[in-house]
């Protein structure tokens, strides 16, 4: 089963739009649009994908594709391609490249548009702030302690995590852990 819309897999014809690649292809929304549409989403390849959530993981290989792709007709593909050659930009060819796309005022604005997340959301996007209690909605191993926080636990007066979004801090089992926010839920 595709998980891409018809009209994408149709724009796309069935090839990743950053690398040319076939096989499995995953819908990737352009921040900071929604994707309520597909001129807001590009259809990329699991490698791809990987690479661009994993900053750490990067091929610099790979992304030769981009010297293509950005020529793509499609704005939210010259947008992902642009970011990732800002990404690359300590390569000389990428810098280069960077420069020498042509884009209309609008998109690159967009392709500009920088990610800025800063907010610590729980598993439904609810805003955590310090001091609230949130609960665990799976059974989490704890790293360096040898048990799980089990699923429903209730964890008081987090903290959040600065700098990381994605992490807060609260005690369980009498221990101060991590916990990433995408397994907890805000307790009203
Ligand atoms: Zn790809």
Redesign the pocket.
Known sequence: MSLLSTELTARCRSK??????GGKLYPFIVFPKTGNSVDEQVA??????EQMENVDKIDVT?WR?LNESVWSTVPAVQVLAYRMLGTLSDQDWAHDLQGNIYMDDETLEWAETKMVNTVHMDCNGKILESGDTVVLIKDLDVKGANFSAKRGTAVRRILLVQDNPDQIEGRVNDQQIIILTKYVKKSV
């Open positions: 990743c739009e950053i690398c040319n690649a990329i390849c699991g490698v791809c994908k790979h594709c």
